[in-house]
């Protein structure tokens, strides 16, 4: 009988091609500037004290704190001022008893001094101040040291690097930083496939419109992505372009051919090449066919050729296997809780992608779930703004259900 046999649940896919996959991408290191959305290879140690130096927190006076005990509104404390230091400058000599010197945010502290008075505190009588209380060490100071202490771990392995780990990585004077280099090649098969460029498409061809939804996602995961072009539907060029695809990257992503119809080879040719493991189709809806296998502890990922399908293969297989590759943990999506406005029913045993409008209404989130689910159709994607996950022990949701949503844009109303 043609069809699926069982379909292998989410969670026990993930786990059993998640384990076979012992192969690891390369590090390679990169000037910091560039490094942002890549993952870290290594630990980064810090390797000198941020801040360099105790310097002023505020526009002031670097006094002694001990000068100011006793200081108060009747009773003020006088300093004579003996001198300014602008921030990127130094104070020459070190701050005697009794000295105040004029300081300018970031400065660094004098010698001698411990505590700044900021302008707002004190009272500027020409060669002297008057300062009218008392202030603690290291008021309005930040100390060497404070952001970052050599020594300290600023970046894990496994890190995806953000816009503000590169900055703390130029303070400290770190021009370069190790990370994974994930390169996949992605391979669209289907006869019926045209290129983008070659639109307007021949009567019965397809644009290759899946192709640039997975590039797009691996790009946004920081991958190298190599595109191997389009393979037609035959078992022998299939295997062929995924062997040699293997031999050069640590991911093999392919299109396209994986249900149970005549034409859909790539199981069949993949099996070929001697696997570990196989997994041919999942238990979700849309998705179905999405399969995985591992050979020689490397990941061929063979997703559905329906765009929709496909991205929740990327995300039940792709996704995962990367994060796992380069040690990091999967940062998590924006949920809303929003309230449904119609029933919705779904298989039992299946894990069901559900896509949602979220709408604002009254202060309150509606999720309205779309008519047209199809696999094939993309727009619903890009029409509504959620995604309603529903677990594999559910037989749907009923209207006026409060559900968790996946956001995926911004919510109207
Ligand atoms: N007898 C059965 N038939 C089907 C089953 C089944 O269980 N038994 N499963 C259905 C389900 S569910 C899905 S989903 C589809 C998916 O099939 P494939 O993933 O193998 O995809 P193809 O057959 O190659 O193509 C399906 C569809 O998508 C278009 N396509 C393919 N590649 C691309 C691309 N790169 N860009 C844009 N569009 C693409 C293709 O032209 C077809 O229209 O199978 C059901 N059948
Ligand atoms: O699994 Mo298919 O993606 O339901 O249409």
């Known amino acids: 009988m043609k069809g699926f046999k069982a379909l292998t649940p989410i969670a026990e896919a993930q786990r059993v091609i998640i384990n076979a996959a012992a192969h690891k991408p390369a590090a390679g290191r990169v000037p910091t500037p560039q490094s942002v959305g890549l993952y870290a290879a290594e630990d980064v140690v810090a390797p000198v004290d941020v801040p360099p130096f105790d310097r002023a927190a505020f526009d002031g006076y670097a006094v002694r704190s001990a000068d100011t005990l006793g200081a108060s509104r009747t009773n003020p404390i006088t300093l004579k001022k003996t001198g300014k230091v602008v921030t990127g400058g130094e104070y020459q000599g070190a701050l005697g008893p009794g000295e105040a010197v004029e300081i300018a945010t970031g400065a660094p502290l004098p010698r001698g001094a411990d505590a700044v008075v900021p302008y707002e505190e004190a009272a500027d009588r020409g060669d002297y101040i008057e300062v009218y209380r008392p202030v603690p060490q290291y008021y309005y100071v930040s100390r060497r040291g404070e952001d970052v202490t050599a020594g300290e771990v600023v970046l894990k392995r496994g890190r995806r690097i953000k816009p503000w780990d590169v900055g703390v990585l130029a303070s400290l004077g770190i021009r370069e930083v190790s990370v994974y280099r994930v390169r996949a090649a ?3 098969t289907g006869s019926e496939l045209v290129e983008l460029e070659e639109a307007p498409p021949p009567p019965g061809r397809i644009i290759n419109s899946t192709r640039h939804v997975i590039t797009a996602l691996l790009r ?5 992505v190599s595109y191997m072009g389009i393979v037609p539907d035959d078992e022998e060029k299939i295997r062929n372009a995924v062997s040699k ?3 050069s990257h640590d991911i093999v992503i392919t299109t396209g051919g994986v249900s149970v ?5 790539v199981v069949k040719a993949v099996a070929r090449l001697k696997p570990e493991v196989l997994i041919h189709g999942i238990a979700a809806r849309p998705g179905r066919p999405n399969s995985a296998a591992v050979v020689n502890g490397k990941p061929v990922v063979m997703l559905s050729g329906f765009p929709v399908a496909s991205i929740v293969g990327f995300e039940v297989f792709v996704k995962p296997i990367i994060l796992h590759m380069v040690g990091a943990r999967e940062e998590p999506a924006p949920v809303v809780k929003a309230t449904l406005t119609r ?6 045993n299946v894990r069901s992608f559900v896509r949602v409008r979220v709408v604002r209404r009254d202060g309150r989130l509606y999720a309205e779930p779309l008519a047209v689910t199809g696999s094939g159709v993309l727009s619903t994607l890009t029409r509504g703004n959620g995604l309603l996950i529903i677990p594999e022990n559910r037989e749907g949701y009923d209207e006026g259900e409060e559900v968790e949503v996946l956001l995926l844009g911004p919510v109207e109303g």
């Open 245 to 247: 695809a293997l031999s």
């Open 343 to 348: 029933r919705v029913t779904t298989p039992i």
């Open 186 to 188: 992605l391979i669209s």
């Open 220 to 224: 946004d995961m920081g991958v190298e």
């Open 261 to 265: 119809g005549e034409p859909d080879y």
